[in-house]
């Protein structure tokens, strides 16, 4: 197995839904990412003429004919945007891990959802007196992992997480530790909608958005030295989390092995990241000791990257605090370069995407990287995705306002590939 001795302390990744401004589905959303494209427009959702900010990560217009189409009439009536991301996304996720629903045990089947928001995206519902008053129920932030629970009928543990950017990453973890104490099967979901006047309005009064209004594509640009903010975007995120065990006596396809992760607060500043990277080191540190995994096996690092100044500089020292010289070997990469800040989607999604990196062993690019920062001065994968061939371990950052921070490490599976 190639280096991989403690099997049977590792969780599998069987099943994927992904849904963002590239895509309605996890395969449509790697080969836009591997092809550089840009999710990132002018906001066509609502009337952006006198926001400081004009610019977003849009859900593709496809997606909002596809939610009619998908759910029930009565869900889709009754739920706002987060709650059918979610449940559309989970359906993916569990249809990609060849789950048969009536033939496994609904009673121990756990649900986390990551969500640093809620419903401030859902223009639709909101004009509509019909669905209006519906929607308080649902922004009640654990009707995420409620609705999934209704929907599939699974009735283990049930709940959300909110650590603002890191909440994707965060309820990752939770499903890990429920999968390695109950041996069971975790659905997780990070997803956020936060695409609203009043939170483009908020983010621009701390200075912490990009304002290239007038090339939308080139505004999310991590590490540049002419990186001016972040963009903010919509997206989702589910995952099928297995144990080990059970994945291989059902003969799953195997994305990848998460054997850690570790969670940490940097009791430092509730906007701004501590500026040397020091608990970020630390974060990186303790997670792959908990993965008993060392420094010098990662042979990647998907970046929080949300390319705004004080951000990447910390993350880039944090990464050579911790690797040292070997840091410069590394491929570091940011897909929020692609497809903006997701929030609480970003930690699930770029989850998703290094297992898929270890999967086909190619990694995506860091776009609009164009004028090297003195200060970010890795390998930042630049402009155009890479194709490797020994990648076996990875890590996959999330570092969220309020200083709550995640890694997690994962690992390529050299068995059964479908």
């Given at each position: 197995?190639?280096?991989?001795s403690?099997?049977?302390?590792?969780?599998?990744?069987?099943?994927?839904?992904?849904?963002?401004?590239?895509?309605i589905?996890?395969?449509?959303?790697?080969?836009?990412?591997?092809?550089?494209?840009?999710?990132?427009?002018?906001?066509?959702?609502?009337?952006?003429?006198?926001?400081?900010?004009?610019?977003?990560?849009?859900?593709?217009?496809?997606?909002?004919?596809?939610?009619?189409?998908?759910?029930?009439?009565?869900?889709?009536?009754?739920?706002?945007?987060?709650?059918?991301?979610?449940?559309i996304?989970?359906?993916q996720?569990?249809?990609?891990?060849?789950?048969?629903?009536?033939?496994i045990?609904?009673?121990?089947?756990?649900?986390?959802?990551?969500?640093?928001?809620?419903?401030?995206?859902?223009?639709?519902?909101y004009?509509?007196p019909?669905?209006?008053?519906?929607?308080?129920?649902?922004?009640?932030?654990?009707?995420?992992?409620?609705?999934?629970?209704?929907?599939?009928?699974?009735k283990?543990?049930?709940?959300?997480?909110?650590?603002?950017?890191?909440?994707?990453?965060?309820?990752?973890?939770?499903?890990?530790?429920?999968?390695?104490?109950?041996?069971?099967?975790?659905?997780?979901?990070?997803?956020?909608?936060?695409?609203?006047?009043?939170?483009?309005?908020?983010?621009?009064?701390?200075?912490?958005?990009?304002?290239l209004?007038?090339?939308?594509?080139?505004?999310?640009?991590?590490?540049?030295?002419?990186?001016?903010?972040?963009?903010i975007?919509?997206?989702?995120?589910?995952?099928?989390?297995?144990?080990?065990?059970?994945?291989?006596?059902?003969?799953?396809?195997?994305?990848?092995?998460?054997?850690?992760?570790?969670?940490?607060?940097?009791?430092?500043?509730?906007?701004?990241?501590?500026?040397?990277?020091?608990?970020?080191?630390r974060?990186?540190?303790?997670?792959?000791?908990?993965?008993?995994?060392?420094?010098?096996?990662?042979?990647?690092?998907?970046?929080?990257?949300?390319?705004?100044?004080?951000?990447?500089?910390?993350?880039?020292?944090?990464?050579?605090?911790?690797?040292?010289?070997?840091?410069?070997?590394?491929?570091v990469?940011?897909?929020?370069?692609?497809?903006?800040?997701?929030?609480?989607?970003?930690?699930?999604?770029?989850?998703?995407?290094?297992?898929?990196?270890?999967?086909?062993?190619?990694?995506?690019?860091?776009?609009?990287?164009?004028?090297?920062?003195?200060?970010?001065?890795?390998?930042?994968?630049?402009?155009?995705?890479?194709?490797v061939?020994?990648?076996?371990?990875?890590?996959?950052?999330?570092?969220?306002?309020?200083?709550?921070?995640?890694?997690?490490?994962l690992?390529?599976?050299?068995?059964?590939?479908?």
């Amino acid at each position: 197995m190639s280096g991989i001795s403690h099997k049977k302390n590792l969780v599998a990744v069987t099943g994927i839904g992904m849904i963002c401004p590239l895509g309605i589905k996890t395969s449509e959303c790697w080969k836009n990412m591997i092809a550089g494209k840009s999710g990132v427009r002018r906001i066509t959702r609502f009337d952006a003429s006198n926001c400081l900010t004009k610019i977003a990560g849009e859900l593709p217009d496809k997606y909002f004919e596809i939610e009619k189409n998908v759910l029930p009439r009565r869900v889709y009536k009754r739920s706002i945007l987060p709650s059918r991301l979610a449940i559309i996304s989970a359906k993916q996720a569990i249809e990609d891990a060849k789950i048969e629903l009536g033939e496994i045990d609904k009673g121990r089947i756990g649900v986390v959802t990551g969500c640093g928001g809620s419903g401030f995206g859902d223009q639709i519902v909101y004009g509509d007196p019909t669905r209006k008053k519906f929607a308080f129920s649902h922004e009640m932030l654990n009707a995420l992992s409620a609705c999934i629970s209704i929907e599939f009928g699974f009735k283990g543990p049930s709940f959300n997480i909110a650590t603002a950017c890191a909440s994707g990453a965060f309820a990752v973890g939770m499903g890990y530790d429920y999968v390695k104490q109950y041996g069971e099967l975790c659905v997780v979901v990070g997803v956020d909608t936060m695409l609203a006047k009043e939170t483009i309005d908020g983010f621009n009064q701390l200075m912490a958005l990009a304002e290239l209004n007038e090339y939308p594509e080139k505004a999310s640009r991590p590490f540049d030295r002419k990186r001016s903010g972040f963009v903010i975007s919509e997206g989702v995120c589910a995952l099928v989390l297995e144990s080990y065990d059970q994945a291989i006596q059902r003969q799953a396809r195997i994305y990848a092995l998460m054997p850690g992760y570790a969670v940490t607060a940097e009791a430092f500043n509730i906007i701004a990241p501590e500026s040397e990277g020091k608990e970020m080191a630390r974060t990186m540190e303790l997670a792959l000791r908990h993965a008993e995994i060392p420094k010098k096996k990662i042979g990647y690092i998907n970046a929080h990257g949300t390319s705004t100044l004080h951000n990447d500089r910390a993350e880039t020292k944090a990464i050579k605090r911790l690797f040292g010289n070997n840091a410069y070997k590394i491929p570091v990469s940011s897909q929020k370069s692609m497809i903006g800040h997701s929030i609480g989607a970003a930690g699930a999604i770029e989850f998703a995407v290094t297992a898929l990196t270890l999967h086909h062993q190619e990694i995506t690019p860091t776009i609009n990287y164009e004028e090297p920062d003195p200060q970010c001065d890795l390998d930042y994968v630049p402009n155009k995705a890479r194709k490797v061939c020994s990648l076996e371990a990875a890590i996959t950052n999330s570092f969220g306002f309020g200083g709550q921070n995640a890694t997690i490490v994962l690992e390529k599976y050299h068995g059964y590939m479908e």
